[in-house]
């Protein structure tokens, strides 16, 4: 399996470590529920693992929230 790393996985979180476990956390639960996986793996591989392969490979993104109009 691949190894991934936080540089490379911060850049596509925002550079924050806080946005990239709150990513990650998200994910992870909706596997754990039975969301599709967008990655192919075996069963056996953890939905926190999932995650971060699917961010590392941008098939999950980080959603920006819209500016506020005044």
């Known amino acids: ?3 991934y790393f936080r ?3 911060l850049d596509k979180a ?3 470590v806080y946005k990239l476990v709150m ?3 998200k994910r ?3 596997i754990a529920e039975g969301a599709p ?3 192919d793996v075996p069963e056996n591989i953890k939905p ?3 995650a971060i392969m699917e961010i590392a490979e941008n098939r999950v993104r ?3 929230p819209k500016e506020k109009k005044e």
């Open 23 to 25: 990513l990650v956390t």
């Open 62 to 64: 980080l959603k920006e």
């Open 14 to 16: 925002g550079s924050s």
């Open 48 to 50: 926190a693992t999932v």
């Open 7 to 9: 540089e490379e996985l």
């Open 37 to 39: 996986k967008l990655v």
């Open 28 to 30: 992870a639960i909706e």
């Open 1 to 3: 399996m691949k190894e």
